[in-house]
């Protein structure tokens, strides 16, 4: 993916382009911090699978990096985050006024690359998405605290703020490519389920991973008092005192036992079962792969599937 992945980034510092200094400052530092890049090759890897090759593939990736990359501005503020990618947040550096700012920058400018590839169900799939994300960021500040989460609200968030553009990304190959309603349907089934499986993962990586290799600080979930999955399903494995432990940090954002709180999430084998759970959402997105002919984007496909759940990073 090395050379269309260039293209890629290529279109990123063109559309990033600004005459008000600081929007073009913020916006570098952010997106010069690097990433997965995983929503932009998911376009492009499903538009070379359905055989589209145009240009507005690339258009269309960079235009979804730059939703994310919004997403992360907001995210850092309304979270109060201080390293994202192994460096100072953009909030940490220049301020949460600026950050918001440039996060609407972002967002805005991510519509005017929408509309230029003149194709009214590109406009539709990503409003949809951008639209779903925001409710999803709301549902989360919404659950904040909250020790009696049900799973299933839990995972409607994922599902709304992480997954929903991993969805569109895939779909939006899709469209490109011209594939037939089932077909497209299929390519979104399979970006739903993949960025389930990634955030199910990033969440249990704040209770097993380190700050170092992670490039975020460990705990932030929980000083954020962000109730995840490998948090809920130790309350339901621990003893008593154990369960009362978690809720208490979760409702007051206490990092102070944090150690404890890794302990036994890890010692009732919640880290285990989160990655089980992602490991199920993996394999369902690759099910969804029957749609495609065999081809070497189909294979890195395949692969995806792997590497979001196996990964320590």
Partial sequence: MADDMAQVDAVIHQRLHSDVALIQQISHYIVGAGGKRLRPMLVLLFSQALGFK???????????????????????????????????????????????LVGDFLYSRAFQMMVSVNNLRVLDVLADATNVIAEGEVLQLMNMHDADLAVDDYLRVIRFKTAKLFEASARLGAVL?????????????????????????????????????LGKNVGDDLREGKATLPL????????????????????????????????????????????????????????????LCPSQARDLLIKFCTGAVERST
């Fill in 54 to 100: 145009g240009p507005e593939r690339l258009e269309l990736a960079a235009a979804v990096e730059f939703i994310h990359t919004a997403t992360l501005l907001h995210d850092d503020v309304v979270d109060e985050s201080s390293l994202r990618r192994g460096r100072a947040t953009a909030n940490a550096e220049f301020g949460n006024a600026a950050s918001v």
């Fill in 177 to 213: 490519g011209g594939a037939s309603p089932a077909v497209e349907d299929e390519c979104a089934h399979y970006g739903r389920c993949l960025g389930t499986a990634f955030q199910l993962v990033d969440d249990l990586l704040d209770y097993e991973g380190a700050t170092e290799q």
């Fill in 232 to 291: 809920l399903l130790a309350m339901a494995k621990g003893t008593s005192s154990e369960t009362a432990l978690i809720r208490h940090a979760i409702e007051h954002g206490e990092v102070a036992r944090l150690a404890e709180v890794v302990d036994i999430v890890r010692r009732t084998g919640a880290i285990d079962a989160t990655r089980n759970a992602a490991r199920a959402q993996a394999k369902e997105a690759q099910e969804c792969l029957h749609v």
